[in-house]
Nanobody, 127 residues
Framework: QVQLVESGGGSVQAGGSLRLSCKAS????????MGWFRQAPGKEREEVAT????????YYADSVKGRFTISQDNAENTLYLQMISLKPEDTATYYC????????????????????WGQGTQVTVSS
């Protein structure tokens, strides 16, 4: 059974940086999707950045391109999200999730494919 534990959230001022970590255990499938999602109060959960391990190609939401970087340390089974130039609109609860077996990068675009999800970590950016 896959388990995900996130850490690294916090409160920063606009323009600041944070790095989120997601420690994973219990993987079964080598080809899978790994991703970060976020949900702000009153809004739907949205995809932030994901990786399809079959190709290693990352995907970023337009709102975070150039500011966020998703990466993974396979030896440590840890997924990261480096966030720079943070904006107040980045304020949300951030979740990591995995989906597997995965078949394509496009397959990783569907949130319904992701299970399990981490417990979430809060990111608050003040202006």
């Amino acid at each position: 059974q896959v388990q995900l534990v996130e850490s690294g959230g916090g409160s920063v001022q606009a323009g600041g940086s944070l790095r989120l970590s997601c420690k994973a255990s219990g993987y079964t499938y080598s080809r899978r999707c790994m991703g970060w999602f976020r949900q702000a109060p009153g809004k739907e959960r949205e995809e932030v950045a994901t990786i399809y391990t079959g190709t290693g190609a990352p995907y970023y939401a337009d709102s975070v391109k150039g500011r966020f970087t998703i990466s993974q340390d396979n030896a440590e089974n840890t997924l990261y999200l480096q966030m720079i130039s943070l904006k107040p609109e980045d304020t949300a609860t951030y979740y990591c999730a995995t989906a597997g077996p995965a078949y394509s990068e496009r397959w990783c675009r569907f949130q319904d494919h992701y299970n399990p999800w981490g417990q979430g970590t809060q990111v608050t950016v003040s202006s």
